[in-house]
């Protein structure tokens, strides 16, 4: 640990993830490798969407709470980083919640819980920005209760809580290893298992295992893990992307979202896990230069870093 700059690896992850967010929305129009990789290149400028203003906002409260999740004033923050930029590509779940807070004065997890019928989301609203909170707490035992303080801001249903905490498992492993040694891929996918608490991502996550060792092609393994919004349907495949892919950025995300579903999302999550295992200098420095806002989405992950070291 000692002989890795976790600095890197914390903002390889922050702008890994918003560099497969702004690719992946790229791919819903050029769904192709070469189409994607042309697209790329004259693109003077890579945006990204909502997962990416919602990981920013992520990362803005937990500087300013020095490393708290303050469900109230996480929700106060999305909700106002939502009515700045709304054209984001936001989905139902988190206006609907900003509403209920507003029109009810409730706190956001009860908001959260009326959505679905009183069921609340299992979405992969939660997981698609849980980057900030995987880097900050990659060492930190109490890791899936964090995450569900922070996704229960707007998604309360126990499968999106759990997608998320995967998600942010998979980020946390992947700052802690070594990027120059052999990827463990038993042990990490292990390490996930073991994570898992609820039966949809246990399943998903034992046949994600099972598509790795008989080395399944892509596509197979998006048709088999799921390419939808839902968190058991999208997380396991961002984390395929990553397993199948672990030395190549370019590659994890090209797999992440050339493969239907979800693509800007399933970039999101992938790339979060790849930046935070090869660190920034992993991601080719070209898309880095186009990444919208990149100077701001640097100057958090330096922040979240100093903040991580100022509380041990």
Known sequence: MAKMDIRAKVLGGMIGSAIGDAIGEIAFSYPQKDLLSGAIKQETTLRYTDDTAMAIGLAESLIEQYGTIDQEKLGETFRRNFQQEPWRGYGMGPPAVFSIVEELNIPY?????RLFGGQGSFGNGAAMRIAPVGLFFFQDEALYDRVCASSGVTHTHPVGMDGAAIQARAVALATALDPGEDFPGDVFLKGLMD?????????????????????????????????????????????????????????????????????????????AISGAFLGIDGIPPSWIDKLENREYIEELASKLFETMKGIK
């Open 109 to 113: 997890s009860e908001a959260a819980r």
């Open 195 to 271: 994570f898992a608490r609820t039966p949809e991502m246990r399943d998903k996550l034992t046949l994600l295992e099972k598509l790795i060792k008989e080395s399944a092609a892509p596509d197979t393994a998006a048709r088999k893990l799921g390419q939808t919004v839902a968190a058991h349907e999208s997380v396991p495949f961002a984390v395929y992307s990553f397993v199948r892919n672990p030395k190549s950025f370019e590659e994890c995300l090209n797999c992440a979202v050339l493969n239907g579903g979800d693509r800007d999302t399933m970039g999101a999550m992938a790339c």
